[in-house]
């Protein structure tokens, strides 16, 4: 089967540092990517690790371990506005090569506090 | 540039009937994707069309179809509508698969709810 692990939810405080961990176990893989989505909105892509290591965009980084099945998304000084639910999504690989498919977990709903 | 859009926003239905949702990509897009997303769930793919055909398909019966039109859009036509087809609709585009970086492109939604 396919399934991708996160924590429900995580509560932190403005300025903070929080970490969204995600495990996955699917049939194919080529990459795993990032989405932050409001309330009420449309996800919004945020990172994206082919290879293992650190991707750095501003104040998000996301890393990989292939060999572990695991990558986590990590948020630095965070801000009132990082409230929102946080999706890791793998990228599958076919036959024919890369995909456009994304498998989603079920998402990580954080909590920004004064 | 616009972004990807969707209607309607807002579909209310009842069992039984049928409805179609709309989605224009990103400019200088070609892959439409849709996916569905209950309450508290992560999106599941429902399938993708490129060059007017469908590409790919996820776990979801016949009742879901779609097409793509020469300009791109696209629609998704669900058939025979259960309680448990309320959910949120998302149209994503992108570019040929294989392009670096990978980003897909979801549009705002089209809440639909089955009584």
């Known amino acids: 089967g396919q399934s991708l692990e996160q924590p429900s939810e995580v509560t932190a405080v403005e300025g903070a540092i929080v970490q969204i961990n995600c495990t996955y176990q699917t049939s194919g893989f080529y990459g795993l990517s990032w989405y932050q989505q409001h309330d009420g909105g449309a996800p919004t892509f945020l990172s994206y690790n082919a290879l293992d290591g650190l991707e750095e965009t501003g104040r998000f980084s996301s890393f990989l371990s292939r060999s572990d099945s695991y990558g986590y998304l990590l948020l630095q000084e965070l801000q009132m506005k990082d409230s929102a639910s946080y999706f890791c999504a793998v990228r599958e690989i076919s036959r024919g090569g890369a995909t456009n498919k994304l498998i989603f977990g079920t998402g990580t709903l954080l909590a920004v506090q004064p | 540039d616009a972004g990807v859009t969707q209607s309607p926003t807002h579909l209310i239905k009842t069992r039984g009937q049928q409805v179609t949702l709309r989605c224009s990509p990103k400019?200088?897009?070609?892959?439409v994707s849709w996916y569905q997303q209950a309450l508290g769930q992560g999106p599941q793919f429902i399938f993708q069309y490129y060059e007017e055909e469908e590409r790919q398909r996820g776990n979801f019966p016949d009742r879901f179809s779609g097409h793509q039109f020469p300009n791109y859009s696209s629609e998704l036509n669900v058939n025979a509508l259960l309680l448990g087809d309320s959910a949120l609709y998302l149209c994503?585009?992108?570019?040929?698969?294989?392009?670096?970086?990978?980003?897909?492109?979801f549009g705002p939604g089209t809440r639909l709810t089955v009584l």
């Open positions: 400019s200088g897009h070609d892959t």
């Open positions: 994503a585009s992108s570019s040929l698969p294989g392009l670096a970086p990978d980003t897909q492109y």
